[in-house]
């Protein structure tokens, strides 16, 4: 081989050491960085969904779900109007969550208690404790699966003993009424202290009010939509009627608090929320009573909101300036829940 063709040879086998080196640094650099990325990635998915949480949620995503709110306050201003639609495109509303109905309730046991209204010792129907009224069921159950609404497997659902209960629970529960807050969210924090005074109103007292009807679309979080006809009575009428007292600086409370009769649905509201044209006091269903499995004798029907804030079976109402508790905020949905 001449001397100009070994060069040659040499100065390839060079070139292929150097490129070969090259590449194993590159692997190299290449491992360590995928490596440092997939554990970056772990660190993350580990900090997101097993780090510290609010409400179920990490606090990422439930400042995402509180930038939302407050985009949609702005461009909307919570004042527009949901569409509505002629009666003959209405359907037979769905049965869907039965939290805080699952035993059908005597009607004639049925109270609305109020509380934070505008010197409430004037009205008549004014009482000491409106907590000591005790609502009577028929103990028949609802017509949907009861395990629809809970989230948690099977044999794992958490029992509901002196030891979880509040003191206040405690005592009603020796007094022989049922505890509050069973189901999986458990007790909530804006539930009445033993004590409350406040008004307990009838069914009448809310019929009174100028009906209303209304035919809109129940929206579910779940992905499903059905036409419904709604009547009832205007919440803002009804909050007229039974206006809330004023704060030492002469402003209104700024929330709604709604829970069920035996306190385990809970829902809170923005004031001006309950105040909008089309949140109505829902009494009927397709022209007629509103029956138990819906929410009789009474539930709230808001159409810019999605269903889980839509409280079937009202049994209290309160003015308070305290962001009210929601029981499935507490299981990582949106307090806001607009449309």
Known sequence: MSTTRKQQVEEVFE???????????????SFLLAAAGAAAAVGLNEWLYNGPQTDHQPPLLRKTFQA?????????????????????RAETLRVNGVIGLKEDIVPASWRLQMVGVEKAENYPQYVPDVTAWDYEYTREKSDEDQGHDVKTKPGTEKKVTSALLGRDDVLVQRAGMEPRGKEEAGKSFSTLAGGTPGLLLTLSDVTRLKKHELVTQFKCIEGWSQIAHWSGYRMSD??????????????????????????????????????????????????????????????LHTPTKYGYKQIKRIGLIAYTDVKPDDYWTKLGYDWYAGL
């Open 15 to 29: 070139d292929d050491a150097a490129v070969l080196r090259a590449s194993r640094r590159h692997t190299r650099r």
């Open 68 to 88: 939302d709110a407050k985009l949609s306050r702005t461009l909307f201003d919570e004042r527009a109007l949901a569409p509505t639609f002629p009666v003959s």
């Open 238 to 299: 009804f909050i007229d009627a039974f206006p809330p007292a004023k704060k030492a600086d002469g402003s209104l409370p700024r929330y709604v608090y709604m829970e069920t009769p035996n306190g385990d649905y809970y829902v809170g509201y923005d004031l001006h929320v309950c105040r909008h044209p089309q949140t109505l006091l829902v009494t009927e269903l397709s022209g007629e009573p509103l029956a138990q499995k819906h929410g009789a004798p009474l539930r």
